[in-house]
């Protein structure tokens, strides 16, 4: 019982290893692997959340060597909310690339890997843990991008892994100037000790750590390596990445911001508030001017990831129970609707052909199931409301209201005509044009290594399951957002 | 100013590491010399580390020897933090190998002209 924290990490591990040995007794039987290691690893990360949200915090000390100076592992309703929707998402995934993904027993065993790295990030309390998860959360993600066949892949994965290399370097540089000054990598102790030291350190431990993570999480100018890895990977490892490996980086950021500085940090450092607020402006603006701009669908979904993460990111610099909530909310809700997107995109590309935004026209009557998610999830995404997307937004912004950031208030509203102009452009091309003829149908799925092309039950169900997910969750999620109050009270005080 | 850079003549070194790799990355444009650039931008953080465990005068961390001792955490951190860099440098190459064989060059000129062509 008490070992949960600990099991919830090791589950994904041992599934990588048993997928990759499996595979020389019997190739392709890594899937079934991977979903009994997700499945055992859901109902762990429900138990987990269950706990801390009766209960309260979790906490385990690995191998019996006390924090300070052993490593701790902590669920709070923040990391647990991440736990269960990253066990959600993997299963989720995995049941569209039953059919559609690279079916290889490596790819499930790094998949496998992907996962451990996240649930990893989530739980621990350790800030140099937290550092070799995210280096494996990286390593895993830049082999997955690169396991489409085409060589676009392994430019985009090559790219990847420099850019992000260069992430989390800064991030371990950030962590050396907070470890020389206090002598310890414990973030509670961390903070304690960090309150007292030389502000000029402290600022530059955090300069360095966030920008570090900026990188990871995407945030302009520092996304260039997005658009490329999400639009150069198979769909089911576009699907995936896009739903949670910048989502889990934004949750590190939001941790170490307030559990490691801390709110009085945020709020006696102008400098340290300008960095979040700057780059969170930047990105919604440009994020979304760029995605405007894009003639590919996936490309043009990536850079709206962007602008979304910089809504975060804003919620981050903001720091009031409403905008931390919201931040919660948004990461839970656009890795549902962004999940759902690209796994949608996918699903058309297989069945139609249609990977561009020209392409999208008339496709209602090419593919009815297809052109209706995509279109339900575009307006989660704008955020009308009953969607999840409106409930984020609306945390967000009222976040920003209680706290007088009306410049930011502004930039958030306009977010949202900005993510419409994007949205609609699609979605009028998809019910009121005619379909435009010569496109040869699942020709890009013949040519991602699947001998059946086509779409399977699966890949429907994970789509209308995603859907399905955005409206419930836009109901659901108020009663959450006061589950979270007391993780979010801690967190700021 | 010139006291201060020659009493941490190691975090200089340091950082000019981090200078150069950095250069090395966004200038060269062979990709194994971008790789080359990674390491060298690698290796100035695992010099700061072990330069900020170093004590004048200072013995192993074993109780039997006499104070001060050296904090032996950095290199600890550190070895982790090579295996990473090692793991990161197979995968860059694993894809550099694959990128080779599918358009014949490792330049990134040239791979921009193959791509605009495909």
Request: proline share 3%.
């Amino acid at each position: 019982m008490s070992d949960l924290a600990a099991l919830a990490v090791a589950l994904p591990i041992v599934g990588s290893l048993v997928a990759l040995v499996a595979g020389v007794a019997r190739s392709e039987s890594g899937w079934s692997v991977a979903v009994v290691a997700c499945a055992a690893q859901l109902a762990v990360a429900v138990q987990l959340a269950v706990t801390a949200f009766t209960d309260g915090t979790i906490e385990y000390v690995v191998g019996g060597f006390e924090a300070p100076f052993g490593i701790e592992l902590a669920v709070d309703g923040l990391s647990a909310t991440m736990l269960v929707l990253i066990a959600v998402v993997s299963l989720g995934v995995l049941a569209y690339s039953r059919r559609a993904g690279p079916r290889s027993n490596p790819f499930y065993a790094v998949y496998m890997l992907l996962v451990t790295g996240l649930t990893g990030m989530s739980v621990t309390a350790d800030l140099f843990n937290m550092y070799v998860f995210l280096e494996i959360t990286g390593l895993a993600a830049y082999a997955l991008v690169a396991s489409g066949d085409r060589g676009r892949s392994a430019v985009a994965a090559l790219k990847y892994l420099l850019v992000g290399t260069v992430g989390a370097s800064l991030f371990l540089l950030g962590i050396g100037y907070a470890y020389i000054d206090t002598g310890t990598l414990n973030m509670d102790d961390l903070a304690a000790k960090l309150a007292g030291a030389d502000p000029t350190l402290v600022l530059a431990a955090f300069a360095f750590i966030v920008v570090g993570l900026f990188i990871k999480v995407a945030v302009f100018p520092l996304h260039t390596w997005q658009p490329d890895a999400y639009a150069g990977s198979p769909d089911s490892v576009s699907a995936y990445i896009s739903a949670l490996v910048s989502t889990v980086a934004a949750y590190a950021l939001l941790r170490i911001v307030y559990t490691v500085f801390g709110a009085a940090f945020l709020a006696n450092h102008e400098l340290a508030n300008a960095i979040l607020v700057g780059g969170a402006t930047v990105s919604i603006v440009v994020g979304s001017l760029l995605a405007v701009s894009q003639s590919e669908v996936k490309r043009m979904l990536a850079y709206s990831s962007v602008a979304q993460f910089g809504l975060v990111v804003a919620a981050i610099s903001i720091g009031n129970v409403t905008a931390l909530t919201g931040a919660a909310v948004h990461l839970v809700g656009h890795a549902i609707m962004k999940g759902g997107l690209f796994l949608t995109a996918g699903l058309v590309g297989t069945e139609t052909g249609a990977r561009r935004v020209e392409e999208f026209d008339g496709l209602a009557q090419r593919s009815p199931l297809g052109a209706g998610a995509f279109a339900a999830l575009s307006v989660a995404m704008v955020g009308i409301p009953p969607t999840v997307g409106f409930a984020g937004k609306w945390y967000i912004a009222v976040g920003a209201a209680e706290a007088g950031s009306w410049a930011l208030l502004a930039v958030i509203v306009g977010s949202t005509l900005l993510t419409l102009a994007y949205f609609v452009r699609l979605v009028e091309r998809m019910f009121f044009r005619e379909p435009s003829a010569d496109l040869e149908p699942a020709a890009e799925a013949v040519a991602d290594g699947g001998e059946t092309a086509g779409v399977s039950f699966g890949m429907r169900a994970t789509v209308v399951a995603a859907v399905v997910a955005a409206v419930v969750l836009g109901f659901a999620v108020f009663g959450y957002g006061d589950q979270l109050q007391p993780t979010i009270e801690v967190l700021l005080s | 100013m010139i006291d201060l850079l020659v009493t941490r003549d190691y975090y200089v070194a340091a950082f000019l590491l981090l200078g150069i790799g950095t250069y090395v990355m966004i200038a060269a444009g062979n990709f194994v010399k971008k790789v080359i650039g990674m390491n060298i931008f690698q290796t100035g953080i695992f010099l700061f580390f072990i330069a900020s465990a170093y004590l004048d005068g200072g013995t192993a961390a074993v109780l039997t020897d006499s104070e001060p001792y050296v904090s032996p955490v950095p290199h600890v951190l550190i070895l982790t933090a090579i295996v990473v860099g090692v793991a990161l440098t197979a995968v860059a190459l694993g894809m550099i190998v694959r990128i080779y064989a599918e358009y014949g060059t490792l330049t990134e000129d040239t791979l921009k002209e193959v791509r605009d062509g495909e």
